[in-house]
């Protein structure tokens, strides 16, 4: 899955607040909770995406350089995808993967030692 387009992103943003308020003007004897709802909605689900692309936007890791705390190299294997999860949601995002090549131990720098799981940082 690749990361959405700048314009994209935008688009969908003007597009489904558009949405809301054609909704909300179809249904005039909606309560205050219910409009609150698709705004809640709304926001998760563009947070989420603004957060993606903006992370995106930082590049990969690929930079990176280091030792493993056994002290063997980091290889370069290539980029992966992973998920995140953050206070806007899960998010998705593509970095640099090495391994360690003393003990095989994979790494997502700059963070911290880990296989399959954590932060960005
Ligand atoms: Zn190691």
Do not use: N
């Not at 899955?1 to 179809?26: C, D, F, N, Y």
């Not at 949601?89 to 954590?118: H, L, M, N, W």
């Amino acid at each position: 899955m690749g990361q959405p387009e700048k314009e994209t992103i935008i688009a969908e943003m003007i597009r489904s607040a558009e949405e809301i308020l054609q909704w909300a003007k179809a249904h005039p004897t909606c309560t205050l909770r219910e409009l609150e709802e698709r705004i809640q909605q709304w926001k998760t689900r563009m947070g989420t995406q603004l957060l993606e692309a903006t992370v995106a936007t930082q590049g990969t890791g690929r930079w990176a350089e280091g030792t493993c705390a056994c002290g063997g190299q980091w290889v370069f294997e290539g980029y992966r995808g992973r998920e995140v999860m953050t206070s806007q949601g899960v998010i998705r995002v593509k970095r640099a993967y090495f391994t360690c090549e003393r003990c095989g131990q994979g790494f997502f720098p700059p963070g911290p030692t880990e296989r399959d799981s954590g932060g960005l940082e």
